[in-house]
């Protein structure tokens, strides 16, 4: 990350404009902070421009996790079923889907069988609010999800 500073004089401004132009045009901006400094027929803007260069990496952002990968198809399957009930839950309470639980602890969800209010509960960033909220559907889905699926296995390893 890099700074330039430019002074861009009030009552002429249009040499030093074109050239702040053609930096912000060559340049991956990040911020730009700007103050008008009054000194009569003397003022000017005071620009600063953080930049980067093209071969500086690009600052960390968060990574997406695709849990499809991450999770088997059986258990992604379930995942699915337990967002779209979140979605609900958060439309109903006019929130955000990631204020009533995040992917991460729908994924804990299922990779854990939670079943159990005390399990939900010791899920990192679950507190008691959350639980007494959102956890009696979000376990009765899961519950269900984890039993039916039981039920399939059995099914399948019958002779």
Same mark, same amino acid.
């Given at each position: 990350?890099?700074?330039?500073?430019?002074?861009?004089?009030?009552?002429?401004?249009?040499?030093?404009?074109?050239? %702040?132009?053609?930096?912000?045009?060559?340049?991956?901006?990040?911020?730009? /902070?700007?103050?008008?400094?009054?000194?009569?027929?003397?003022?000017?803007?005071?620009?600063? $421009? @953080?930049?980067?260069?093209?071969? =500086?990496?690009?600052?960390?952002?968060?990574?997406?996790?695709?849990?499809? /990968?991450?999770?088997?198809?059986?258990?992604?399957?379930?995942?699915?079923?337990?967002?779209?009930?979140?979605?609900?839950?958060?439309?109903?309470?006019? $929130?955000?889907?990631?204020?009533?639980?995040?992917?991460?602890?729908?994924?804990?969800?299922?990779? =854990?069988?939670?079943?159990?209010?005390?399990?939900?509960?010791?899920?990192? +960033? $679950?507190?008691?609010?959350? $639980?007494?909220?959102? +956890?009696?559907?979000?376990?009765?889905?899961?519950?269900?999800?984890?039993?039916?699926?039981?039920?399939?296995?059995? %099914?399948?390893? @019958?002779?």
């Amino acid at each position: 990350m890099r700074l330039k500073c430019f002074a861009i004089p009030a009552l002429t401004p249009d040499e030093a404009a074109d050239e %702040v132009s053609r930096f912000l045009a060559s340049h991956r901006i990040l911020t730009i /902070d700007r103050k008008l400094v009054d000194d009569g027929p003397a003022s000017y803007w005071a620009i600063c $421009v @953080t930049y980067q260069q093209a071969s =500086e990496p690009s600052p960390a952002k968060y990574s997406k996790t695709d849990y499809r /990968d991450l999770l088997s198809e059986e258990d992604f399957a379930i995942y699915a079923r337990l967002r779209n009930l979140r979605k609900e839950l958060a439309q109903r309470e006019a $929130v955000p889907a990631y204020a009533i639980f995040t992917n991460e602890q729908l994924a804990t969800i299922v990779r =854990e069988r939670v079943s159990s209010v005390e399990q939900l509960g010791a899920i990192s +960033g $679950v507190g008691t609010s959350k $639980v007494q909220k959102y +956890g009696d559907a979000m376990l009765a889905l899961a519950r269900q999800a984890f039993t039916s699926e039981n039920q399939e296995q059995r %099914v399948d390893a @019958t002779p």
